[in-house]
């Protein structure tokens, strides 16, 4: 991997990692949190539409298309255990 690639990545990365979370929350998590939001995101996006055999697009759009998915997917599941424990720790106190 040149240089030239990894801040090719990075700023995918930045861009899926952002828009995700414009898309689940309204607003982003500061450039490291975008950053790795949107790996992670292309991680899980690339894994799940080589699985499912799907393509999101080519090229530069595609790449984008397929980190933000994985982002949102991966915000939705952090989503899912962050109620999951404030529910448990509203009815252990009793409220």
Do not use: C, K, Y
């Not at 799940?48 to 982002?71: N, Q």
């Not at 529910?87 to 009793?94: C, E, T």
């Amino acid at each position: 991997m040149t240089i030239e690639s990894l801040i090719i990545f990075l700023l995918i990365g930045a861009g899926a990692g952002w828009l995700a979370g414009v898309l689940v929350r309204g607003h982003g998590f500061g450039l490291v949190g975008n950053i790795a939001t949107g790996v992670i995101g292309s991680l899980i996006g690339g894994w799940l539409f080589s699985d499912f055999r799907l393509i999101p697009g080519e090229g530069l759009l595609g790449a984008v298309i397929g980190a933000t998915v994985g982002a949102v997917i991966l915000l939705f599941v952090i989503g899912l255990f962050r109620r999951r424990t404030l529910f448990q720790r509203i009815f252990r106190r009793g409220i």
